[in-house]
């Protein structure tokens, strides 16, 4: 089975503080996701990343930045944190779905990183 | 992005058989109908997808409306386990380079509760 691990369940920074998600994952995925998830606003995505070294803004990129510098590694990186960002953060890994458009391939989660901002 | 249309919560009965409905009206020629689900402390979780066929696996099956504006995802057993919010997706490519990778944009869902 796929496994996503994040590195902590719950976190509790300051405003202001640098913040950093981890997040990694064995099946050796391509592509890499961020998503936040809030009360009555479902999943957003923060970035992805479909490669080593590459990344992509996903529909809320402000405040934050990633990187990935390994395969299986994907963070998340608040770079000053703030209380609008106290959320339950998730990562996911896929493979590719691939130069064939009608190819799907599931996203695997981890079970989140609850961020508290105080 | 297409948007999906989904009731806020349903409920079930153990062992019966539910029917979670999703509407896409907007939904293009090309675009897969993914469904998640994700349980109580825990990340969301795969269920299906489909394109225009009925599909099954074993942990669902999946109905698209002829003209795919609708799906239904069918529990055909529900038990305790399934009480889930549940996500009807539709996959948004983002091209680069050549490659088509995809994202999820999740919805509210529904939330199903199932009573013993």
């Known amino acids: 089975d796929v496994k996503v691990t994040q590195s902590s369940r719950y976190l509790v920074k300051r405003t202001g503080e640098k913040v950093f998600l981890e997040c990694v994952q064995d099946m050796d995925h391509e592509n890499m996701f961020w998503y936040r998830q809030d009360p009555g606003l479902g999943l957003r995505l923060i970035y992805f990343?479909?490669?080593?070294?590459?990344?992509e803004k996903g529909d809320i990129p402000e405040g934050y930045s990633v990187s990935r510098e390994k395969k299986e590694r994907f963070s998340l990186i608040l770079e000053s944190a703030s209380t609008n960002q106290t959320s339950m953060y998730l990562c996911a890994s896929s493979s590719p779905a691939g130069t064939g458009f009608y190819s799907n391939q599931p996203q695997h989660f981890g079970d989140g990183t609850r961020l508290s901002i105080l | 992005d297409a948007k999906t249309t989904q009731p806020n919560s349903m409920e079930s009965n153990e062992e019966e058989p539910v029917h979670l409905p999703c509407n896409h009206s907007?939904?293009?020629?090309?675009?897969?109908i993914h469904w998640y689900r994700q349980l109580p402390s825990q990340g969301p979780e795969y269920v299906i997808h489909g394109l225009t066929s009925n599909v099954n696996n074993r942990m669902a099956s999946l109905a698209i409306a002829e003209d795919r504006k609708s799906s239904t995802l069918i529990l055909h057993r529900a038990t305790l386990r399934d009480a889930a919010v549940y996500y009807c997706?539709?996959?948004?490519?983002?091209?680069?380079?050549?490659?088509?990778?995809?994202?999820?944009?999740f919805g509210k869902g529904t939330l199903l509760t199932v009573n013993p």
């Open positions: 990343s479909y490669d080593v070294k590459m990344k």
């Open positions: 997706i539709l996959r948004d490519v983002v091209k680069n380079s050549g490659c088509s990778n995809y994202k999820l944009t």
């Open positions: 907007t939904i293009s020629g090309t675009d897969y």
